[in-house]
């Protein structure tokens, strides 16, 4: 079923010229954990974990994460055919690294820029530049083929009292 999933999005990539697709663990808001629609990572490389980061290329499916993981992901990833990158170990590239060494000259990194935020965009931006990279940032390809995929959720919105949040709300957008 992943295998099935990546060479979906690879497909999808090939189509829209994309070298590398960019998948993190966020939603539009950074949450901490964020809700079942936006668990595209899940989805895609079928690890469970709450924090992690999946690289697709047309040749290898990579997914980084951190020491609480690196058990459960090894378990979850056999036979899937994703690497398993364990973030912090020696001689393991972050995303970033890793993105730099192998996106192509005047290649194309794709991501959903709605769950990837500006500083980390800015990061890309300036590491690849040397590469003259193009970024393909507004499309979601994971919704393409996610089928089933869980609806945004519709509960209101509310807003915490100071006591809890430790500021209010005008405070934290000012």
């Known amino acids: 079923m992943i295998q099935e999933r990546i060479a979906a999005l690879r497909s999808l990539m090939a189509e829209r010229h994309i070298d590398a697709y960019m998948i993190p663990t966020s939603d539009f808001h950074e949450s901490e954990y964020v809700g079942d629609y936006f668990k595209c990572r899940k989805f895609i490389t079928g690890?469970?974990?709450s924090a992690g980061?999946?690289?697709i290329t047309q040749t290898e499916a990579r997914l980084w994460t951190d020491g609480r993981y690196?058990?459960?992901?090894a378990k979850q990833l056999e036979g899937t055919g994703v690497?398993?990158?364990k973030s912090g170990q020696e001689g393991v590239p972050t995303?970033?690294?890793?993105?730099?060494e192998m996106m192509p000259d005047n290649g194309t990194l794709g991501f959903d820029g709605r769950?990837?935020?500006s500083q980390m965009g800015q990061k890309l931006k300036e590491l690849l530049e040397d590469k003259h990279v193009k970024f393909s940032w507004q499309e979601?390809?994971?919704d393409f083929i996610w089928e089933d995929r869980?609806?945004?959720s519709a509960e209101p919105v509310w807003i915490l009292k100071e006591n809890y949040a430790g500021k209010s709300a005008v405070d934290k957008i000012a």
């Open 47 to 49: 690890f469970t974990g």
């Open 53 to 55: 980061t999946a690289v």
């Open 70 to 73: 690196f058990v459960q992901a």
């Open 95 to 100: 995303e970033e690294e890793y993105l730099t």
């Open 150 to 152: 869980p609806e945004l």
């Open 83 to 85: 690497i398993l990158m």
């Open 140 to 142: 979601d390809l994971v």
């Open 115 to 117: 769950v990837v935020n």
